[in-house]
């Protein structure tokens, strides 16, 4: 079993950015709110969009920051603190340039492989917390990132992510009730 206790997604707050790949983690927390009946709410607290839902008996809050991706960790942070938790319950949903786009990994620690957003969640939260990386390809050149990360993706990158979505969602009760490496096992597997 695992302590799961928050998911966040990140992304950037604004519309213009709601359908680029960089805001692939909250597409996740999103769909995961749907599914489970939650509806987001503003708490000025933690400067991010907030709800609680119910996972197979197990209160999970999901949390959107509303400080724009490469300023995460410290919205995350205050949530952490005011519910007294340990980076170990966060498990982060983020978008993944070095995954192909149908391709979803859990992993727990690591670096933060040129992902800002992942930086900033590292130097206010430590890197104990779990991640769900979201595959969404590479563009090619290094220097053509940021313009592929930040405008919309091309109607079959959007539907291999939007599958991504789907697919870490189906894990989510098997993650909280058996916890990571299981979870790991079966998305992984089923990916090969």
């Known amino acids: 079993m695992t302590n799961l206790s928050i998911i966040a997604g990140l992304g950037n707050p604004e519309d213009k950015h709601e359908r680029t790949l960089h805001n692939a983690g909250f597409w996740f927390v999103d769909a995961v709110a749907r599914k489970y009946g939650g509806s987001f709410r503003y708490e000025k607290k933690f400067d991010s969009a907030c709800c609680k839902v119910s996972i197979g008996g197990n209160e999970i809050w999901l949390v959107k920051p509303q400080s ?3 300023l995460s960790g410290g919205p995350l942070r205050s949530v952490l603190d005011y519910y007294r938790l340990n980076s170990k319950n966060l498990l982060v949903a983020h978008d993944e340039i070095d995954l192909p786009p149908g391709t979803v990994r859990l992993k727990q620690g690591g670096g933060h492989g040129g992902h800002n957003g992942i930086r900033d969640v590292m130097q206010h939260c430590g890197t104990d917390f779990m991640r769900l990386r979201i595959g969404v ?19 079959d990158v959007e539907a291999a992510v939007e599958k991504n979505v789907a697919d870490a969602m189906d894990l989510m009760p098997l993650l909280i009730d058996d916890g990571l490496n299981a979870a790991m096992k079966q998305l992984h597997t089923r990916e090969q």
């Open 137 to 155: 390809g590479h563009p090619g050149e290094k220097s053509q990132v940021t313009g592929y990360v930040l405008k919309r993706a091309s109607k």
């Open 68 to 70: 724009y991706m490469n």
